[in-house]
């Protein structure tokens, strides 16, 4: 970044001054690139709203919301929002998908006792 190529010239440039002067510019060139690096974090995360996922045969394409500072955070939100990310659920919702695709899970009051098998 120019802010690096400026902070390496500055001791050069400003050291003539006194220590005081050098320190001063160095902040002052730090603050700057604080707050560019803020705003580019904040314009990545408004730009990269577009998130794209399969469905059925096709690839559908959503906005996200840009609630949070956070692109990763953001797509999470959209994709759970869709109902792609399933965050809660129980065994018997995990027996039922199973059950859709052909795997049979025996549930537990199912299992025969093994105290009556012996």
């Given at each position: 970044?120019?802010?690096?190529?400026?902070?390496?010239?500055?001791?050069?440039?400003?050291?003539?001054?006194?220590?005081?002067?050098?320190?001063?510019?160095?902040?002052?060139?730090?603050?700057?690139?604080?707050?560019?690096?803020?705003?580019?974090?904040?314009?990545?995360?408004?730009?990269?709203?577009?998130?794209?996922?399969?469905?059925?045969?096709?690839?559908?394409?959503?906005?996200?919301?840009s609630?949070?500072?956070?692109?990763?955070?953001?797509?999470?939100?959209?994709?759970?929002?869709?109902?792609?990310?399933?965050?809660?659920?129980?065994?018997?919702?995990?027996?039922?998908?199973?059950?859709?695709?052909?795997?049979?899970i025996?549930?537990?009051?199912?299992?025969?006792?093994?105290?009556?098998?012996?």
């Amino acid at each position: 970044m120019a802010c690096d190529e400026v902070l390496h010239d500055i001791k050069v440039k400003y050291g003539k001054f006194g220590e005081e002067v050098v320190k001063i510019q160095m902040q002052m060139v730090n603050d700057i690139r604080s707050k560019s690096l803020e705003d580019l974090e904040s314009q990545i995360v408004s730009s990269f709203r577009k998130v794209a996922y399969p469905e059925n045969d096709e690839v559908r394409i959503v906005t996200a919301q840009s609630s949070s500072k956070s692109v990763v955070e953001n797509v999470y939100s959209a994709l759970v929002g869709n109902g792609k990310i399933v965050d809660e659920f129980d065994f018997d919702w995990l027996v039922d998908l199973l059950k859709d695709v052909g795997i049979n899970i025996l549930r537990p009051e199912a299992t025969p006792s093994r105290r009556s098998s012996q």
